[in-house]
């Protein structure tokens, strides 16, 4: 069975760096080359740049420093031999196709016979790169398209060649699939494959939209971003980010690649862009673009550009009476629904890019991609919008929009015209009932419904739910079968903020778990794992002086999470993303963790002036045995990077595992949960837990003195940090002496409650919802 033991990268620069990174995260050694840097003493300075900007980017290229080691650096001229040790060939190198196929031929020459050999061009045809080699190279070769930055962007698109052996394909495809945890879109061999094509044409409308309507760039940013399922970068500040110069190449290059594109003046820069061009005006690399930093200190503030002056001004607080309405509707369709349907200045805005990306991904339909389904893949894992094209079509009605596109004098594709015709409503439906239950899309080429396929190690809960799966349900959570004995706790609260609908069905599926199952997974597929506690919840509590409700809240959540260590079948948490305060903690008492790779787990309740008070002070005491390194990370808020810095935090213990894909993980958690059947056997609480007491708490209050002396922590912080040192250290005892789990609890609790009492933990708590962030009061 073919395995990648080591891969060799071609190329140093921000994609091939990122891309050695991102597979020494997974694990495998890489040899990554570059040129030789004339006259420096270094012949592999090149290279160990590309590592060293890996690991200094923000956020990081890296899960863990140590990850560094796995990469091994060198240069074109002295160490290309090397490759004849890996396993897979990754070329990276600039865009132009002369450099790419010397560099190829060379390679040819010395790679392992049966080596996976791969580009990742962004837009030159594989075919042109790839004419003329042997027919054993062809065969090993195809497109690899990462997106930058390979370890947080999930897409890779796969591009076979003419000749490339299937095996090859289908081996490449499962193993970034489950080795580097992408989403894979396979793609056709055609200029900038899907999600650059699509998204450069998306990129384009907007900008053309914006001049033609007189709309500013914060206007704009404002119309694109999260409103309407786009990421907090939304358009121009994307384009900081990607750079301009990137961005107005791959436009050029695309427009020269498809002349047959009746859209494709979209892809070239406006006039204002080549002016920012020859200024130098980039984006964040060169310190502006369409914003940039004016000012230090308390005086810095951001200014935008004038598109039509090439002039900043500080950058202006949009207000739109329509969208401060929408933004109070959850569900996405009814509010992208609410805002297209206006007749102002957001609603002729965000229909006519959306009806000419709609319009502009049907008609692409065979020549880039045989079906909806890759496309709207592509740019919800690539470009990270919530609704790919097709699904946003839907959303705003398929029949409405298309009949609306008429009205207006607009031609639609054929394949839009047949679905019309034959009385399709949407381009996804629902289909079957019970576990026969399955979703369809429609296909515009043979212009009937298809069943949709299910992915191999992914479980939908939304899926699962459909075919007959739900057990229970309440507002915030839900109980599901996932099958072969197994049942799910899915919390799906707003941002799944834990509150008594969420303890209720923890309480639910251990004792469901007990009579039925043989074992439980706590998961969930939104967003984030849980970001704590609801704290509105807390402060209304708090405020209103309902102390025994709040006291029985908080109880009711320990012993939920004491019920889930020592239920009578094993629990398996699958933490992802941001698991934070009583997600944290969820995750602390389950036997055991699946966890993302990329999970961002810490206990940081003193960011509003509280304590860990849901078993999280007992967790870490017994993780760490030490109660000033539990003291640090809780008192510092210390959240991980990853799920590998969790583990060297001690929030994840060894015996947890890791998902690459996330999409995998509730699969994941599934399988673990089962393995730990045969051999479990459940605890009891512990009573032999060793705490300091008052020598303790002194050495603990004696760093929270030294912290406020040294000006890192206020007057209120040294309150709290005060409040967790008591807990910490197990209370006033004299001596050294064991106590319960339960009587760890009682502390918590008692100085959560404590603290829920103090006009400042309110103003903290108030401020963190008003804001999003801190206050140091």
Known sequence: MKTIRRVAVLGAGTMGSRIAAHFANAGIPSLLLDVVTPDQADRNLAARRGIENAAKQKPGGFFTPAAMALIEPGNFEDDLAGIARCDWVIEAVVERLDVKRALWRKVELLRKPDAILSTNTSGLRLEKISDGFSPEFRRHFLGTHFFNPPRYLYLMELIPGRDTDPEVLSFVREFADSRLGKGVVGCKDTPNFIANRIGS??????????MEGDYTIE????????????????SFRLLDLVGIDVWAFVGKNLYDAAPEDPWRERFL????????????????????????????????????????????????????????????????????????????????FLWQVFS?????????????????????????????????????????????????????GRALPRSVEEMLRLGATSFYAFAGQGEAAHTEYFDLVSTQYKALEARPGVTVLADRKRSGGLIRKNPGASLVDLGDGVVCVEFHSKMNSLGADNVAMLYAGIEETERNFEAMV????????????????????????????????????????????????????????????????????????????????????????????????????????????????????????SAEDARQLGLLNRADRVSMNRDRLVEDAKRLALSLVPGYAAGTPRADIPVGGESVYALLKLGVWSARQGHFISDYDAVVGEKLAHVLAGGRLTGQQTVSEQYLLDLEREAFLSLCGNAKTQERMAHMLKTGKALRN
């Open 201 to 210: 044409f998306y990129g384009g409308t907007v900008q053309k939209t914006m």
């Open 522 to 641: 706590v998961a969930n597929q939104g967003d984030n794992f849980s970001v704590g506690a609801n704290l509105m919840m807390v402060l209304l509590a708090a405020q209103e002086g309902e102390w025994d409700e709040l006291g029985e809240m908080v109880h009711r959540f320990q012993q939920a999470n004491l019920a889930m260590k020592y239920a009578a079948r094993p629990v398996v948490a699958a933490p992802f993303g941001q698991t934070l305060g009583g997600g944290c903690e969820v995750a602390m008492h389950a036997t055991r963790c699946q966890a993302a790779a990329e999970l961002y787990l810490g206990l940081v309740e003193v960011g509003v002036g509280l304590i860990p008070g849901g078993g999280g002070c007992k967790e870490l005491l017994l993780r760490l045995k030490d109660p000033r390194k539990a003291f640090e990370l809780i008192g510092y808020a210390k959240v991980s990077t």
């Open 219 to 234: 206007e704009v940013d404002a119309l694109t971003g999260p409103l309407i399922g786009l990421p907090n970068s939304a």
């Open 269 to 348: 820069p406006a006039p204002y862009q080549e002016a920012m061009l020859e200024r130098k005006w980039l984006g964040e690399k060169t310190g502006q673009g369409y914003y940039k930093r004016v000012g230090t200190g308390e005086k810095r503030e951001i200014h935008a550009i004038d598109w039509k002056t090439l002039e900043y001004h500080p950058a202006a607080k949009v207000t739109f009476p329509a969208v401060e309405t929408a933004r109070q509707i959850e569900d996405l369709s009814l509010r992208l629904r609410t805002l297209v349907n206006a007749d102002d200045k957001v609603g002729r």
């Open 356 to 408: 000419d990306v709609c319009l502009y991904s049907a008609e692409r339909v065979p020549e880039i991609s045989d079906r909806i389904v890759e496309i709207d893949r592509a740019m919800k894992w690539g470009y990270a919008h919530k609704l790919g094209p097709f699904e946003l079509w839907d959303a705003l009605g398929f029949v409405e929009m298309a009949r609306r596109m008429e009205r207006e």
